[in-house]
């Protein structure tokens, strides 16, 4: 069946460093692929998505790049801020189904000043 | 901004006993979902309602759970009895659209945080 694979953390950096979360799937057909993020004592907010091949979504610095050919989504940030400490899931939903998600276990990101 | 809602937020409770959450979707969401969230785990969908019909309850353990969303708007997930393995985060979610398609953005709750002792 369909699944996701994660980096496992944490993953601890220090301000400004660059960031890379990596993320690999297993589908069948063409899947939409999402990134979320979940901070302390909230729900899960949606952080980007591509829903077709060569697709980069981006958002507040954040960029991943739908690669079939590697079957990847790696998350990636240029600089990362004490603020972005949270835990960050990959996940996928299938084509011509119902939009259910499939998550990956989360990598937790602890960013230190 | 339109929000999911969910309650209550925390609940503890005594196997055995029975349990039940709430959610309010955005409004004018069409699609509801309920998934679980082991500590530790990522989220893992329960049950998905399309308006009052469920769609995919297929890892709903249904000797003990069960879903409602009697007018295709809110909903109720009740766990009876609850079991020392439930305790969990209970995530609801909405969407606009989803049948036949994929990559609506799903629009999650706060959730609720169930501890059985």
């Known amino acids: 069946g369909d699944s996701v694979t994660q980096m496992e953390g944490p993953v601890t950096l220090s301000e400004e460093a660059f960031l890379t979360i990596n993320c690999t799937y297993t589908?069948?057909?063409?899947?939409?692929l999402f990134w979320y993020v979940q901070y302390p004592g909230e729900g899960l907010q949606l952080l980007l998505k591509a829903t077709k091949a060569d697709d980069k979504g981006s958002n507040k610095g954040f960029e991943a790049t739908y690669r079939k050919e590697t079957t990847s989504f790696h998350l990636e940030k240029g600089s990362v801020q004490v603020s972005d400490s949270a835990v960050y899931f990959c996940?996928?939903?299938?084509?011509?189904?119902?939009?259910?998600?499939?998550f990956g276990a989360g990598t937790r990101l602890a960013v230190h000043p | 901004e339109a929000e999911v809602a969910q309650s209550p937020r925390y609940k503890i409770t005594e196997k055995s006993q029975a349990v039940a959450f709430w959610c309010d979707p955005i409004?004018?969401?069409?699609?509801l979902y309920w998934y679980r969230q082991i500590l530790g785990q990522g989220p893992e969908l329960l049950v998905q309602?399309?308006?009052?019909?469920?769609?995919?309850d297929s890892q709903l353990p249904k000797d003990r759970f069960s879903a409602e969303r009697l007018k295709g708007v809110d909903s109720t997930l009740k766990i009876q009895p609850a079991e020392l393995g439930d305790s969990a985060m209970y995530l609801c979610?909405?969407?606009?659209?989803?049948?036949?398609?994929?990559?609506?953005?799903?629009?999650f709750g706060p959730g609720t945080r169930l501890t059985v002792l």
């Open positions: 589908a069948t057909g063409y899947p939409s």
């Open positions: 996940a996928l939903s299938a084509s011509g189904g119902y939009n259910k998600l499939i």
């Open positions: 309602f399309q308006d009052e019909s469920v769609v995919d």
């Open positions: 409004s004018g969401h069409a699609t």
């Open positions: 979610a909405s969407s606009f659209l989803a049948s036949g398609r994929a990559g609506h953005e799903q629009f």
